[in-house]
């Protein structure tokens, strides 16, 4: 079996210098992805809540839900004010605003939120009006999220295809190696599913992150041992040519 101290000077240079560019490109994937999502959930650090934030959104808030929450709340019944909510958080459909929404709304809001008022406050009277405090946010859009995951996909599949090659020269034990190289790809996977999971369920977000993790991890490896073995190991004494 072909190892590394089998390799020619222009093949331990093409490695090296290959490994070197993916793992610099890997650090500044980190980087990136450390201060795009950083802030999502309005503190610094990355934290679970960035994540959730990120596939899942924030959908405990919509404005209208908060206005009936806080400065609104004297102007609607308790009963009233969970048709409205339970409303909002199904998505609020067109047709529920028609038929339950904008009876209670008649009640008394419309009073100062419709255009006869001549208040400059969010119109309620119509359902593009409403829209606009009702909007949930539910994170990156699944049209966004496909995009983003073929990318990776494609690219990262030929990243790790590289430096897997490269790293099947390495003489370690087999079940290591096999389990390193098979990693990073189950990883990238569990990683992108985990990505569509959590728009789905927050809870996912654990999955996101351990599965980053693990391709860190097994890729960290993978290109440590192999530049210091293409430098530093020598071939056993007694091993064939
Ligand atoms: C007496 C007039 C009046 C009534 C009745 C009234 N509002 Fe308002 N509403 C206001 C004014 C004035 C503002 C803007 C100032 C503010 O935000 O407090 C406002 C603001 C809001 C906003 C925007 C909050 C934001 O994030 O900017 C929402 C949503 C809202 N009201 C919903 C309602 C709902 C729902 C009802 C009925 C349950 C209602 N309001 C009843 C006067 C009214």
Redesign the pocket.
Known sequence: MRRFYDCSMSEKLIYTAFLFIMGIGYLMAMVYLYTTHEWHDGKPGLSIEDIVDTYYGNRSGT??E???RG??AN??ELGDRHHVVSWLKSGAPEKEYTSVVRPI?EK??L???SPASG?K??D?STYAGIRQ?AEVDTGESLHTLMRVSHIHLFGIGLVLFGIGMIFSLSAIRPWLKYTLIVTPFAAMFADILAWFLTKWDPFYAYTVVTSGALLGLALSAQILISLYQIWFLKRPVGAGP
Do not use: D
Request: contains cysteine.
């Open positions: 404005r209208l908060a206005a009936l400065p609104m102007y609607i709304l008394t809001c009073a100062c939120h208040l406050i969010p309620l405090v």
